[in-house]
């Protein structure tokens, strides 16, 4: 089973690199830390020398710091210029995103931002450097594929919950002990740790997406030790697991209305001839141009979302939308397969491995199938394309779950902590903009700074808005704080 909607910044993950940790420290360094030269892995060369890698230990459990310890993949780049501000540490999203692999390849979009700071980033526990989980093998992961996310009779039913639990149970057998530990919180204090071997005061943060629910939950724990942060693509920290699903069936119906009105289509029109091909789909997956592939509905919906991320990807949406017509589903399987990590191979990534094992032990509430059902038909009024499938994932994603779910929504409250840049982009499809009020509101009362764009795609910051980057920086680089309710167009 495959969750349709990833909070992280995909754009930057176009270009993935994979680093770890090699031998040689550096001379000059105070953390204590040995960083030495980023190595290459099985997933991509290594970075320039310009980046180093290290493994900070951490307390396994955070309730026991002198227990058991587990490894933290680190990942940085020193300040070019001569007036240092200290470190800024990124979070690009997921939950279970790799900011050891996508820093090196987000570094050119935040290049003004490294004349003042060490870029810095890590992978949190449960992703790869950091003790990476991996629930099922290659294989397994492929053969799930003709499992029907969107249940029609009692025998798919028993399929989905099934692979659900299987998926759940893999995760524990491969994760042990760490399966209890891999908190939104644990994280949050794996960051204060960060902070304090990398010699800073405070924590200057960007974070993305997933990583904006992170830096609110830090600026909770720790308000006092917030310093400039900005959180952009926002997570609403008051939904939970159905408010987040709506909230995403919402968010990308409005990127697909965006998308037909670009092609001259009438989005109602439009939505409901997607429809109709996906349920043609449903009935008779597409030849694909792959030796033993057919392109599902599961993997169509998942190609769709795919471009839905970046308005500069709507035209190859036409394409595959117009192959998929003429019964040609070689185009939609490449972006599910881009979406899904899979490579040429077969060989896949485990991003929605650790998110799982994040957000299930994040995520108190488990609705059951029945539940399901009596929500499906409002989650189909909210979106006719996406609305089912976000539905029925509600049910699936943490079904019999090993283990239980912490709370039902974050508390990001930070009173008393410095003001936090919220970056909230109107036409945001996977955080839709309503995140970003929200979390200005829940961070309190002259903490919470909301910055809002009038654009489209996942994100706001280095998305081609002069005005929202130059706020951004003028925030970063010199404590210059933009008035509450900016809006740039």
Known sequence: MTRFVRWTALAAASALLAAGCSGGSSGDDKSGLSWGRCKATADGPAPSSEWQCATLKVPLDWSKPDGETIGLGLIRAKARGDDRLGSLLFNFGGPGASGVSMMPSYA?????????????????RGVGASEGVRCRGDKQIQAAESVDVTPDTPAEEKAYVEDAAHFGKGCQKDAGKLMAHVSTADSARDMDRIRQVLG???????????????????AHLFPKKVGRMTLDAVVDPTADTVGHALNQARGFQRALNGYLRSTGQDPQDGTRKIAELLRRIDTHPLPAGAPGRKLTQTLAVTGIILPLYSKDSWPTLTSALEAAERDDGSELLVLADRYNERDPSGRYGTTTHSQRVISCLDDRQRPTVAQTKKLLPRFETVSPVFGTFLGWDTAGWCHDWPVPGQHETPEVSAPGAAPVLVVGNTGDPATPYEGARRMAGELGKGVGVLLTWRGEGHGAYGSGSDCVDSAVNAYLLDDSVPKDGKVCS
């Open 108 to 124: 050119p979009t935040v290049s003004s931002l490294r004349e003042r700071y060490d870029l810095v980033s890590w992978d949190p």
């Open 200 to 218: 800073d005061d405070r924590m200057n943060y960007f974070g993305i997406s997933y990583g904006t629910e992170l830096g609110g939950t830090y």
